[in-house]
C-alpha cells in the first residue's frame, strides 16, 4: 500500500488512459498480471504515480523500453535482478 494519496484509473480518464498505454508497451510475456502484495489493479508502486499520469506513463514506459525481447536479458534475469535490488534496499514490491 502506497503511503501518499493515490488516484484510482476507474476514477480518473488521464491516469486510465496513462496506465493502458505505458502496458501496451511491455513485451507479450509481461502482459499476464502476477498478484501484487497489495491488492487492486494500481496497487504498489505504479499507484504512487497517479497523481502525475504523465510521469506515469513516461516512468514505465522506459521500463517496458528496458524490458524489450530482443535486448540481451530473459524475463527470469530481469526478476532475478529486481528481487535482489528490492532485497537489498529492504523493499516488498
Not at 491488492?39 to 528496458?66: K, N, Q, R, W, Y
Amino acid at each position: 500500500m502506497t503511503w501518499i494519496k493515490t488516484v484510482s484509473m476507474w476514477n480518473d480518464e488521464r491516469v486510465k488512459a496513462a496506465m493502458e498505454a505505458q502496458r501496451k508497451l511491455y513485451p507479450q510475456e509481461y502482459a499476464t498480471p502476477v498478484p501484487a502484495v497489495d491488492h487492486g489493479p494500481e496497487a504498489g508502486i505504479v499507484a504512487s504515480h497517479t497523481l502525475l499520469p504523465d510521469v506515469l506513463f513516461h516512468s514505465f514506459s522506459a521500463f517496458g523500453a528496458m524490458m524489450a525481447p530482443e535486448l540481451p536479458l530473459q524475463r527470469r534475469q530481469h526478476e532475478m535482478i529486481a528481487t535482489m535490488v528490492s532485497v537489498t534496499n529492504r523493499c516488498h514490491y
